[in-house]
């Protein structure tokens, strides 16, 4: 059951993906086609509250003047789903002392599972968990090497990582495009998150 929310999300979400490779001129136009396909409603304004809606979700926390845009919202499936653009920036000091701003942008879809979820990353592997695994913090590990290689999973009940994430779940995520799941318990009201890079 549980890899079926991680399939409507990710079917969200690379409709998301695809539209980003239109131009940001015609995205809003085209994400809001798309919405209305898909059933679901369509407000291209700024809205500062998703990290607070949505706090559970560490990503949504990242750096300052954060908030989402092109959001789509609606049932799919009988789930509620959240899909939306996602910005926030974060500021560092050069070697002579300036100051350089830094813009993210990210795309990423939330569905309201209604289920008992326990809480599960999957994310794309990095080189500093490869130089961390190396001083023994390592991550979940799964019987498909490849899967095991390009996806980091932490889980504080490896039982539940291992439940979720079946022979057929792990073919399915290495067919799709680079990004991130997470599942939140949200009181018992369990949130799958999905994202990747947006534009």
Same mark, same amino acid.
């Given at each position: *059951?549980?890899? %079926?929310?991680?399939?409507?999300?990710?079917?969200?979400?690379?409709?998301? *993906?695809?539209?980003?490779?239109?131009?940001?001129?015609?995205?809003?136009?085209?994400?809001?086609?798309?919405?209305?396909?898909?059933?679901?409603?369509?407000?291209?304004?700024?809205?500062?509250?998703?990290?607070?809606? $949505?706090?559970?979700?560490?990503?949504?926390?990242? /750096?300052?003047?954060?908030?989402?845009?092109?959001?789509?919202?609606?049932?799919? &499936?009988?789930?509620?789903?959240?899909?939306?653009?996602? @910005?926030?920036?974060?500021?560092?000091?050069?070697? &002579?002392?300036?100051? @350089?701003?830094?813009?993210?942008?990210?795309?990423?879809?939330?569905?309201?599972? /209604?289920?008992?979820?326990? /809480?599960?990353?999957? &994310?794309?592997?990095?080189?500093?968990?490869?130089?961390?695994?190396? %001083?023994?913090?390592?991550?979940?590990? %799964?019987?498909?090497?490849?899967?095991?290689?390009? $996806?980091?999973?932490?889980?504080?009940?490896?039982?539940?990582?291992?439940?979720?994430?079946?022979?057929?779940? *792990?073919?399915?995520?290495?067919?799709?495009?680079?990004?991130?799941?997470?599942?939140?318990?949200?009181?018992?009201?369990?949130?799958?998150?999905?994202?990747? &890079?947006?534009?």
């Amino acid at each position: *059951m549980v890899p %079926f929310f991680i399939g409507v999300g990710v079917l969200v979400f690379v409709g998301l *993906m695809v539209l980003g490779y239109v131009a940001r001129a015609q995205r809003c136009k085209a994400l809001a086609a798309w919405a209305a396909g898909e059933g679901l409603a369509f407000d291209a304004d700024r809205d500062d509250s998703m990290d607070e809606r $949505f706090g559970e979700f560490a990503c949504l926390y990242q /750096g300052s003047d954060r908030y989402a845009y092109n959001i789509a919202t609606g049932e799919r &499936r009988g789930r509620a789903v959240c899909a939306f653009d996602y @910005h926030y920036q974060t500021t560092s000091a050069g070697s &002579r002392g300036q100051r @350089h701003t830094q813009h993210h942008y990210l795309s990423a879809v939330i569905i309201q599972t /209604g289920l008992p979820l326990k /809480g599960l990353l999957i &994310r794309p592997e990095g080189i500093l968990d490869r130089v961390s695994e190396f %001083f023994g913090q390592d991550d979940i590990d %799964f019987e498909s090497a490849q899967f095991s290689r390009r $996806f980091y999973v932490k889980a504080a009940d490896r039982k539940w990582a291992f439940d979720v994430i079946s022979q057929e779940t *792990m073919e399915f995520l290495l067919e799709m495009p680079t990004f991130t799941v997470e599942m939140s318990p949200a009181d018992g009201n369990g949130c799958v998150l999905a994202t990747g &890079r947006g534009t």
